[in-house]
């Protein structure tokens, strides 16, 4: 992959999906904790683990910015496990 940095537009771009990314891992997890149906359940946690997966390659590119804004390090955990 090209080490380059990356273009103004391209930075931000990448900045809007890992605030989306980051925002839908919040939800899943939240949600998570008042579903009752296994199944979904199980979905929901895959969701969850993908979720994580994007959001380290997306901050790994982000890295590659002329600008940065910090990312949190921690991540929201469920309400109920």
């Known amino acids: 992959m090209n080490q ?4 103004a537009h391209e930075s931000l771009e990448i900045h809007e999906a890992l605030n989306l990314k ?3 891992l919040a939800k899943s997890k939240l949600v998570q904790g008042l579903v009752f149906d ?8 895959k969701d969850v683990e993908q979720s994580l997966e994007a959001i380290a390659e997306l ?8 600008f ?11 309400i109920i496990n």
């Open 4 to 7: 380059r940095t990356l273009a």
């Open 22 to 24: 980051t925002l839908g």
């Open 38 to 45: 296994q199944e979904l359940k199980a979905l929901m946690q």
């Open 59 to 66: 901050q790994a590119l982000y890295q590659r910015s002329p």
């Open 68 to 78: 940065q804004a910090p990312v949190p390090q921690n991540r929201p955990t469920p």
